[in-house]
């Protein structure tokens, strides 16, 4: 799952992203409004966590500008401001969630998890595909009762896949999605390929219904 988090107060933000980081998120950072713009824009998230007062410009635009844009990011805010009126304002706006602060990272992440389940399954934590069953919340994936021994960007493809299974994803936007900002340092998608490769052979090994397809040029696609 990548994050986005959007937060001028840096000690906050860097307890957020070691706590989101150890749970085995991808996590992007934005400190200001024009960073914040240009991200929730141009980029896809699993889940965005907006401070509403932000240097430049308010969290409630970009709520605004997204909503205009069609862009759906399971925005959760997060402020300061705890009056009725913002919290009515930022989910009239398009917000999914209103954490007010301070707050424990723990609820943080059980909201975080909350919205996603709404949005991406309908509440629900497994998805079953044939006898293939991912658990989102353990973060495991069984074949017929078995557990596959996937590692972390492992899970995060295969995670991808199964939410959008049948479409056909670029290699860009696997990249972008399960490596986030650390994709600009690579020079090609070796390290794609590697791990869809590695994500591939398990799933045959194990006998699995679901096949990861290679559309030559272009990306890749989960089948069943």
């Not at 107060?9 to 749970?23: D, K």
């Not at 402020?79 to 930022?90: F, P, V």
């Not at 509440?123 to 079953?128: A, D, E, I, P």
């Not at 495991?140 to 056909?168: H, M, P, Y």
Request: proline share 1%; glycine share 6%; net charge negative.
């Amino acid at each position: 799952m990548k994050i986005l988090i959007i937060e001028d107060e840096l000690a906050l933000m860097q307890a957020m992203e070691e706590f989101l980081v150890g749970e085995r998120y991808v996590v992007e950072k934005a400190t200001n409004f024009l960073t914040a713009m240009d991200k929730a824009l141009m980029y896809d998230y699993d889940c965005i966590l907006l401070d509403i007062n932000l240097p430049g410009g308010s969290g409630f635009r970009v709520l605004e500008e997204m909503k205009k844009e069609g862009k759906s990011g399971n925005i959760i805010i997060i402020s300061a401001r705890n009056s009725l009126e913002d919290k009515i304002l930022g989910l009239d706006s398009g917000a999914d969630d209103y954490l007010t602060k301070p707050f424990h990272l723990s609820e943080l992440h059980a909201r975080i998890k909350a919205v996603w389940r709404r949005k991406q399954m309908d509440g629900k934590q497994n998805l079953q595909m044939g006898n293939v069953l991912v658990d989102f919340v353990e973060r495991t994936v069984c074949v017929d009762g078995e557990s596959l021994n996937l590692n972390r960007k492992e899970f995060d493809l295969f995670s991808f896949f199964a939410t959008n299974i049948n479409r056909l994803l670029s290699k860009e936007a696997v990249a972008e999605h399960v490596w986030g900002d650390h994709m600009d340092m690579a020079d090609n998608f070796d390290f794609v390929y590697s791990q869809v490769k590695n994500l591939r052979k398990k799933l045959k090994d194990h006998h699995a219904d679901t096949v990861v397809e290679n559309v030559y040029g272009i990306g890749y696609k989960l089948t069943i």
